[in-house]
């Protein structure tokens, strides 16, 4: 007697999702598949054969089994009509001696299907069962299979046993001998017997895929088949945390949003949230998705999950911050906050060391600061929704005197609160004056039609009080609607420039090596040979540095002293890369960015370091072959936590061009689209070029 068993599982899911059999039907001989109808073996052709079924159901699964008692490899290969279908070929399965078992599933068959054409490798004649199902789960998608062409014989053998990974799934078991089947194990239903000795049956919302046993008439080794397709249960997507404070004044509540697009977030500070019920948090406290989280001070974790009913938690994501008071005087410096309130008292002395950027001790410790830049941008004094005009964007720079170009202004471009925006990096000294905050206002832009390039969605332009040989540029973009892989080029977004030289961030450009996928570092003298990984809706800081531009030259290393011998017009902070048409001199690396130091600097020699100030780097042999220097332009990603994402560099250009300002916006390219978003704040701008590759901060 000859025995097939076949098994599809579907996996459990939460409490609310549910399988239930709409139909559960015979084909006969005539390819006539209905409830009550008597199995027959029905001919399929190679070149293929429709059977008829009852009408289905919008959006249900429906698999369709096929048996063939001889021992020849036949399968139905292929199925069409009502969607689409898979027919997997690691659920064919044979013995020679008993026959063979395939099969083919929709996971969601068009509404009013009844007709499906099947194709078979051989044409044969198959006993054929339907089942439709029903599921209340978003879709359903195939979770493991499992095939056996020699089963024990037994005249109790078992199903084909399945390691489940769903949460909520349908089982479909089958198997073929040569002995009736008349019975099947708990917890499997909806059995079904043909007269070819075959058995069928479906376990519904299950975690479990243990095999079960059938009951046949005699002993007989058997095939059988398991396949496993599970509910697709949705997650809530990761948290984000909005920028928070390094410092805070305790008259001034400091927090931070949380954000996961699910409607709750279970937050926990020094300790992991849960929630096994959701949205009700079992460990943590509930917030609503979006809200600000007021933050202790002292040094904290604060822990955050998403939660939503009927979807998987979120990760746990978790961040650090050490948030303490800030102190009253910096090196004889008024500080305050940009909305004009004070932040508090500073104890301890000054050092009078500003131009390394000490500050003296903060509560005993002493504290090193950023050296100060020469540019702050503060959008305040703007009304939000305005176009920036070139009067009111004076007001709003600090430091060394600019000014804004009024040909360049784009009604595109406007004052914006619409995102919450954060603090600096750092603190800001500009004229005495100490800042840590952006202010109430950004930049915003929407791209308005899709005849235009991004250019008229807007930018402004600073020149600088005079050109410089290298400047660098910090601000924070959040573009929420950019996504990847639209064939979308989301634009060359702000950019330090001189004369028609520039470097710029561009999100998902066009082409390049991350096309319509990536941020990428494009400047005149060439661009990136690499991309860094943009996600939508991200907060970014980006920190840029542009240097002006020469020809590569030869230089000549001394093992005597770190001063290298070349004709060149370096400038103090500058990035450089060194290469060679034989070995490099000993303590240099390929591929690797040197900064130039003030030490030593003149038109016939210079010197190098790791880090800008750095200690200069003396070699230990003079390499080989010629030693070729080329000036490097760069940039550093930063996420919303003030941790660098990654740094990209490219060769600056080759002509003689000093830097003259800083472009805000969308200074090019950019979505063709109607609706796109793009919000900027935080502008710095550094004319002296100061830079770390390896920090968020200027």
Known sequence: MKRLLILFLFFC??????FTVVHQEKCNTSGACASGNTAGSFSIATTGTAITITSTGSGNLVFISAVNTGGAADYITAASGGGSWTCPSTLQVRNSSIGSISGCYNYAITNGTTSVTLTSGVTSGYYLIVWEVSFTASSVTLDVLGTNGSNTASSSPSGQALTLTGSNDIIFQIIRDSYTMSA??????????TASTAGYAASLNTTSGTAPTW??????????????IEEVVPTCASPVFGLFPKMYDSSLPQGTTVTSGCPYDCISFNSAPASSSPPICSAGTQITDGSTVTLPVGTNTLEAMGVQSGYVNSPVVTIVYNIQPVLSAWNGATVKAINGASLGTMTGTSTGQSSTGYYGQWNGTASVLPTVVTNFIDMHGGT???APGATDLATSTYGTAGTWSTASASTGLTYSNTYPLGNLLQPVTVSGTVYNQTGTLGLGCVSSNSSVTATYCGHEEFIAASTVPSASAGFWIYTPNCNANLSIDCGADSAIYGGTDYVTVHLNPLSEPCAYNGIYFENKGGNSSGCLTYTNATLYRIN???NEGQAAFTATFSTSTPSITATQTLAANQAVQISTSGTLPTGIAASTTYYVLSTGLSGSAFEISLVQGGAPIQVTSTGSGTQTVTVYNQMTVCNNLGVVVGNLVAPSYTTATAIQGLWTGVDGEGPSVVGYNFYWWGYTLDTTGKFSATSCIL
């Open 13 to 18: 899911s939460p409490a609310w999702a549910t």
């Open 184 to 193: 099947i194990s708990s917890p499997y239903s909806n059995f079904l017997a």
């Open 215 to 228: 009951t046949a008439a005699g002993s007989q080794t058997s095939v059988i088949a398991a396949v496993a």
């Open 384 to 386: 939000n929704g305005s």
């Open 544 to 546: 840029l540095q542009e």
